[in-house]
């Protein structure tokens, strides 16, 4: 009979009788290779063949199961080979030792030819399972992965879609959503450096703001065209109109988020808080709900200091661009009223990063 397709077992005995009652017994179903102590065994493994299985004696001359079975436990590549020890050593501590050493059975001499290819069959299949399953299971981890790729991308391309939606209703915006999307990133990161809001600022929170934060703006969607491109100033009441939209913005993204599920974690809240939150004050006097301090959620105070630093060094029609410096100053004069504190510190220790940002996303 071919022993192609068939297991190997690796019976490792220095007696040659043991050897060949072994050898008998499985050969009927299994490959059978041979080794007379633990450095020929290692050998059969390295130069022959990988078994599936190896039987195993504990004495023996030079190197004993024991040592063999470390060795074999040790290496990545025969760590996981099933390993039975067949001995006539059967008091408890031996066999003990022997599982503690990673063997998976144990079988004392003289033994029966059924008990052999029973245990040997059994753990066989097992390994088979297990191997299965690990199969099975990275299979589904790739799927998984993958999945969670296309949501990923799918995210990424609904957030600029919907920002770039906004963006065609406003042709002063130009990069002003890439600039300050990198702005929040720069800030939320060294909040998180200075060992502030460590509760909400963590790696994958600060990529959920940043890829949500080019929805700040999509309220403005709702604004009537008059006001939203009027060459100019508003008045009290057009103001009052623009104001709507953070608001506007908050309702949009609030019911996607109901549509979808209540993820605390989800990109879908961290858009919500900073679209509807970016235009709160520090100290009470902003809007859409004037909200104060720490009643402000962190994203959408991160995000107040970054939409205006971009107004400020952007042209508009109604104002020139400012310097960074003239930029600068005026935060400064807003901390503590408009600006939390420890945003606009964080904001001084970043100060070179938000002009490459500034400088690399140009208008």
Same mark, same amino acid.
């Given at each position: ?14 007696e040659p009788a043991n050897i060949t009652v072994l050898s008998g017994t499985l050969k009927d179903k299994y490959r059978v290779i041979v080794a007379k102590n633990g450095k020929q065994a290692i050998e059969r493994i390295e130069n022959v063949v990988t078994p599936d299985l190896i039987l195993l004696d504990i004495m023996m001359p030079d190197m004993d199961g024991y040592e063999l079975c470390s060795i074999l436990k040790e290496r990545p590549e025969t760590k996981d080979i099933p390993i039975i020890f067949v001995s006539a050593m059967s008091e408890f501590h031996d066999e003990e030792k022997g599982l503690e050493l990673g ?56 957030? @600029? ?14 990069? @002003? ?146 310097? @960074? ?39």
């Amino acid at each position: 009979m071919s022993d192609q397709g068939l297991k190997t077992i690796l019976v490792v005995d220095d007696e040659p009788a043991n050897i060949t009652v072994l050898s008998g017994t499985l050969k009927d179903k299994y490959r059978v290779i041979v080794a007379k102590n633990g450095k020929q065994a290692i050998e059969r493994i390295e130069n022959v063949v990988t078994p599936d299985l190896i039987l195993l004696d504990i004495m023996m001359p030079d190197m004993d199961g024991y040592e063999l079975c470390s060795i074999l436990k040790e290496r990545p590549e025969t760590k996981d080979i099933p390993i039975i020890f067949v001995s006539a050593m059967s008091e408890f501590h031996d066999e003990e030792k022997g599982l503690e050493l990673g063997a998976i059975d144990y079988i004392s001499k003289p033994f029966s030819p059924a008990i052999v290819l029973t245990r040997v069959r059994n753990i066989l299949q097992l390994r088979d399972a297990q191997t299965h399953l690990e199969q099975y299971n990275k299979v589904l981890e790739e799927r998984v992965a993958e999945r969670t790729r296309e949501v990923f991308v799918t995210q990424n391309i609904t957030i @600029h879609a919907l920002a770039s939606l906004a963006e065609t209703r406003d042709n002063e915006t130009g990069n @002003h959503i890439r600039r300050t999307q990198y702005y929040v990133k720069t800030l939320a990161t060294q909040l998180m450096k200075n060992g502030f809001h460590l509760d909400e600022l963590n790696s994958e929170n600060i990529d959920l703001m940043y890829r949500s934060a080019p929805l700040h703006d999509i309220g403005k969607v709702g604004i009537p065209d008059d006001i939203l491109l009027k060459p100019g100033k508003l008045d009290t009441d057009e103001f009052k109109i623009m104001m709507t939209h953070a608001s506007l913005g908050a309702q949009a993204l609030m019911a996607a988020q109901a549509a979808v599920g209540k993820d605390q974690t989800s990109f879908l809240r961290y858009a919500r808080e900073i679209a509807e939150c970016h235009h709160e004050k520090w100290d009470g006097s902003g809007y859409p709900q004037g909200l104060k301090g720490e009643e402000i959620p962190i994203s959408g105070r991160i995000m107040a200091l970054a939409d205006v630093y971009d107004a400020l060094i952007s042209e508009r029609v109604y104002k020139p661009s400012f310097s @960074h410096d003239k930029a600068k100053e005026i935060i400064l004069e807003g901390k503590g009223k408009h600006f939390d504190p420890k945003v606009v510190d964080a904001f001084l220790q970043t100060e070179s990063q938000f002009k490459t940002i500034a400088a690399e996303f140009k208008d």
